[in-house]
């Protein structure tokens, strides 16, 4: 699969990741990306940059050679009510906005309340991109998320990084599997996710491409080669 967007990495900012912008976009550049997402963590989870970074994404050019960089985030759902650690006026800064839960800051609960706030934060109509919903952070129930990924036109994240046997994301595989099969079932569509917290991982998807092959995941519906699907599913513009 010809990688052409790449939306979910992280740059030196985030705090635990190691490469400038300018040696993303280079990678980028190198590996054919034409749109690359920079999207740091929200303030909620440890170690991370000051609300003022998200105020000053104006300041990056939004074409660097063939690469288009779309500086967005990834923002931390915090509760079952789907809150999340920004707020519009930061989402307005933002080429486009990814939410996920992460154990340093996600408050928990049932299975039936996880999937509560994850949908919650589906139904904010400034989040683009649910981020590794597959990795195990919180028990959730997949089939309701799927709807409403449908109903929301928000994108799945098949996330790569999540399933690297380092992490001990034990559930990561069997969960994304059925994440994928739902969505098959469904006609819902996916975005891989490399997760890169490094240039040398930017469109890195090793441990999710093996994962469409045995599901037998429709090529139609995987939206990284797909700019143009990509833009009118979500309804953004760049």
Not at 179 to 206: F, K, M, T, W
Request: overall charge negative.
């Amino acid at each position: 699969m010809t990688t052409l967007l790449d939306l979910h990495t992280h740059s030196i900012m985030s705090g635990h990741a190691y490469s400038t912008v300018q040696e993303m976009v280079a990678a980028a550049q190198q590996k054919g990306v034409r749109y690359l997402g920079i999207t740091e963590h929200g303030p909620a989870l440890p170690g991370l940059c000051h609300p003022i970074y998200f105020r000053n994404l104006h300041v990056v050019p939004r074409r660097i050679g063939d690469v288009n960089v779309m500086m967005g985030a990834e923002l931390n759902i915090l509760n079952h009510h789907g809150d999340l650690d920004l707020d519009e006026f930061y989402y307005r800064q933002m080429s486009h906005r990814i939410a996920g839960m992460h154990l340093l800051c996600w408050e928990g609960g049932t299975r039936a309340q996880n999937t509560e706030g994850m949908i919650s934060a589906i139904e904010n109509p400034w989040v683009n991109i649910i981020s590794h919903p597959g990795d195990g952070t919180a028990e959730l129930f997949f089939e309701p998320i799927v709807l409403a990924a449908k109903a929301h036109n928000v994108l799945l994240e098949i996330n790569s990084s999540s399933m690297k046997p380092c992490r001990g994301k034990t559930v990561a595989v069997g969960n994304n599997m059925e994440i994928l099969r739902l969505c098959r079932q469904h006609d819902v569509p996916v975005i891989l996710g490399s997760d890169a917290h490094i240039s040398y991982d930017i469109a890195n998807y090793e441990h999710a491409l093996p994962l469409l092959a045995e599901t037998q995941f429709p090529e139609a519906l995987v939206i990284n080669d797909k700019p143009e699907l990509f833009f009118d599913y979500t309804g953004l513009e760049f």
